[in-house]
């Protein structure tokens, strides 16, 4: 599995994001994806995550109410859309791929496979 995220980029507080991350056509729809983000000086933690089938997604409880995750298997691709984006959401996100197992998984370690990264700025 390859991924690609993008859709980064300098907001203002309250602005809107969508994140992309992009999967090998052939692995879209075996593969349960996660976001994490780092923020200089931290450690990686879980935003939100989906099952490799689509029908469920786990976030974490403090961006619950904001982001939202989903997943587009003509394109190949699961979105992060993040809404009112607040200065403390500034990081790099990460998207992140396993192939195996029919959960939603929180922890990095879970994860087989990520991508490079997008940088996210949020300015008051």
């Known amino acids: 599995v390859q991924l690609v995220e993008s859709g980064g980029g300098s907001v203002q507080a309250g602005d809107s994001l969508r994140l992309s991350c992009a999967t090998s056509r052939r692995a879209q729809s075996s593969v349960a994806v996660g976001w994490f983000r780092q923020a200089p000086g931290k450690e990686r933690e879980f935003v939100g995550g989906?099952?490799?089938?689509?029908?469920?997604?786990c976030d974490a409880d403090a961006e619950k109410e904001r982001f939202i995750i989903s997943r587009d298997y003509d394109q190949g691709t699961v979105y992060l859309q993040m809404n009112n984006l607040k200065p403390e959401d500034t990081a790099t996100y990460f998207c992140a791929a396993r192939e195996t197992g029919h959960g939603c998984y929180r922890y990095s370690v879970e994860y087989e496979t990520w991508g490079q990264g997008t940088l996210v700025i949020v300015s008051s």
């Open positions: 989906i099952t490799w089938s689509g029908s469920r997604t």
